[in-house]
């Protein structure tokens, strides 16, 4: 456990640091501040008005914006289905390797880190034929467009569950609950589970961000989810694709602080 | 406190511990061949200690013996019946492991109850035998610590509570001390024996320790490239080791040129009897425990090395020879001082020899 005693030397002093992260914080602050006050722009004669969030709650601007909740409601359901393909399909995997076949532990790694190299744009080149047998078996919802985010994930979300993985001796846990009488479901479930829970926790959160952020498959594929509506939206209120940016903007850093916090806590605690 | 249930926690009813047997147990792992035919039965409520250098298969044979390994060949009997293909979970033993094995999320008190709960026992029952089983081990105090909360004994003393509280039919301890310091590590090894006595629980338990092996153990089997190379109590293995090896890995021994003719050992002017195998006639190395070895008035005069103050005696090393250097253990009273000149001489008890090569 790290104590609070100063190091000197060891860290920048408290000047270089407050102008360090004032400098960074600028860089990133100028930019949202910019879109925030323009979606209180009145328009091109200058002057501020609250109408362009007011828009949004108005029910008789509802048809306008239906397209965008739509998208909106489409990459929700894009994030859960990936985030289930995450849990269902790569956790149990990377648990049997640790457990059973460590010598797979390097190849599946390779595996998962691919997607990262690969950009989005090749990618689709890859997915299009592919999606012609998808959309014949699943049909063309928006939804099936998870497959191919459960591949774009995979890196961030093995570095997160492996990072877990790796720091709980899995193998003599369930070694030792296997010897107190557990089949492997218990094992899995009461042992090996709350002990993953951070690792499980970052794994889907960084999935949700990265499903949210998701702009060139969708829009390669003709598919609509929130990045390809608010484009589609900026062309006729840039108004409205900003406010929706922010929104996106603001829901992915609550997720960032989630999965610090949750990074943070010490298993255990929370009950003592 | 003085409450008289509390005074003395007993697990009731313990059942008399279960007789193990292993028959020509073979284990390969990856082709290599790690057990070659261990045999070795173990008497109900007996505490038997496998002892060996690393890589000696001391562990497998524990491994198989618990489930969490399959056997390539030969049967392990429990009580009779052959457990060689009922999985660990339904093998009915108790295990402790050498790293720390308490499951993190839980309490201490959780982890102990963990057993009974996957053996779906009503939970006013498993509370009370959790807090029985926590007491037996000096540790209800700390029922509702976590692991990282614990001292290293303590969490092992937790996992010994934990394999416990089932009432296993046999006990199994791989290394649980080696983790720990020293005072600790007596002390436990102590509480284990007292435990294991007071449940009557057959246990087998491993350790490279032999020191350890010989203070808690009723029988220590030394084991050595996948075989069990001698099995006896503390004493024979110590005072009669029938392989140089046993003689040599169990306690200290010096090792002195010395020749061999008929059952007869010349060292160092002296003829002693040989114990265990026999050797070819001809050079050997005679095995010398350093209690047999006295710093007399005249004899075979040595030079003083260093002399180390071990408690209740002192053991002093001294330079025979050009390459002969002797370990001597005596009283604490005779301080040998390095450079004396000394001389020593054989107390004349039988000892090993192993062939000179």
Redesign the interface.
């Known amino acids: 456990m790290s104590t609070d005693a100063v190091r000197i030397g060891a860290e920048p002093g408290k000047v270089a640091r407050t102008v360090i992260l004032g400098a960074v914080g600028l860089v990133f602050a100028v930019p949202i501040l910019a879109m925030i006050e323009f979606t209180f722009r009145a328009g091109l004669g200058g002057g501020y008005t609250l109408d362009h969030w007011a828009a949004l709650v108005d029910p008789e601007q509802n048809t306008k914006y239906r397209q965008l909740f739509t998208a909106i409601g489409n990459s929700l359901v894009l994030a859960v289905v990936t985030v289930a393909i995450v849990l269902v399909i790569l956790l149990p995997t990377m648990i049997l390797v640790q457990l059973q076949f460590p010598r797979l532990r390097r190849p599946l790694e390779f595996i998962c880190i691919v997607p990262i190299t690969v950009p989005a744009i090749v990618l689709v080149v890859g997915l299009a034929p592919v999606y012609g047998v998808v959309v014949r078996i699943f049909g063309s919802s928006a939804w099936t467009l998870a497959f191919a985010y459960g591949i774009t994930v995979l890196p961030y979300a093995y570095r997160s569950i492996q990072a877990n993985l790796s720091a709980?001796?899995v193998i003599?846990?369930s070694?030792?609950?296997?010897?107190?009488?557990?089949?492997w479901l218990?094992v899995l479930w009461?042992?090996l589970l709350?002990?993953l829970?951070r690792g499980i926790l970052a794994a889907s959160l960084i999935s949700v961000a990265v499903v949210l952020g998701e702009y060139t498959i969708a829009s390669l594929l003709n598919r609509a989810n929130l990045q390809t509506a608010l484009v589609q939206v900026s062309k006729s209120d840039p108004y409205v694709a900003v406010i929706f940016a922010l929104l996106a903007l603001g829901l992915v850093l609550v997720l960032l602080l989630l999965i610090s916090r949750i990074g943070s806590t010490?298993?255990?605690r929370k009950r003592? | 406190m003085t409450d008289p249930i509390h005074a003395h926690p007993t697990i009731e009813a313990a059942q008399p511990g279960a007789t193990v047997e292993l028959i020509s147990v073979v284990k390969d792992y990856a082709g290599q061949r790690a057990l070659s035919g261990v045999s070795l039965s173990i008497r109900p409520g007996e505490f038997v200690a496998l002892l060996g250098p690393s890589g000696c298969g001391k562990t497998t044979v524990l491994r198989c013996l618990?489930g969490?390994e399959q056997v390539n060949g030969g049967s392990i009997l429990i009580d009779g019946n052959d457990v060689v293909d009922v999985?660990?979970?339904?093998r009915d033993?108790?295990?402790v492991?050498q790293?720390y094995?308490l499951?993190?999320?839980?309490?201490a008190f959780e982890n102990v109850e963990?057993?009974l709960r996957?053996?779906k026992v009503a939970s006013g029952e498993r509370r009370r035998r959790a807090a029985e089983t926590l007491d037996l081990v000096g540790l209800s105090s700390l029922a509702s610590r976590?692991?990282?909360?614990l001292s290293g004994g303590q969490q092992q003393r937790v996992?010994l509570a934990?394999?416990l509280v089932?009432r296993p039919r046999v006990l199994?301890l791989d290394e649980p001390l080696s983790a720990l310091d020293a005072k600790v590590r007596l002390q436990l090894r102590d509480e284990i024996r007292r435990i294991q006595t007071e449940l009557g629980i057959t246990t087998l338990f491993v350790t490279h320790d032999q020191e350890e092996a010989l203070a808690v153990a009723d029988r220590v089997a030394v084991m050595r490239d996948g075989n069990i190379e001698q099995i006896g109590t503390p004493e024979e293995l110590y005072l009669n080791p029938t392989t140089p090896f046993v003689a040599d890995f169990v306690g200290l021994s010096n090792r002195l040129p010395a020749h061999q003719a008929g059952g007869v050992v010349t060292v160092l002017g002296r003829e002693l009897a040989l114990l265990g195998e026999r050797q070819p006639d001809g050079p050997v190395f005679a095995l010398v425990r350093p209690e047999d070895v006295a710093l007399a008035s005249d004899g075979v005069p040595a030079t003083v090395l260093a002399s180390s103050f071990l408690g209740s005696v002192r053991r002093t090393q001294v330079r025979v020879s050009e390459d002969l250097i002797l370990s001597i253990q005596h009283e604490v009273g005779e301080r040998p001082q390095p450079g004396d000149r000394v001389h020593i001489t054989l107390k004349g008890r039988p000892v090993s020899a192993s062939p000179r090569v």
Not at chain 1, 175 to 183: I, V
Not at chain 2, 87 to 90: E, K, L, Q, Y
């Open positions: 709980v001796d003599t846990l070694e030792a609950a296997r010897s107190l009488g557990a089949n218990n009461l042992v709350p002990n829970r010490r298993p255990g003592t | 618990s969490l999985p660990v979970n339904r033993i108790g295990m492991f790293s094995s499951f993190p999320h839980m309490t963990f057993g996957m053996r976590y692991a990282h909360q996992a934990r394999a089932t199994l």
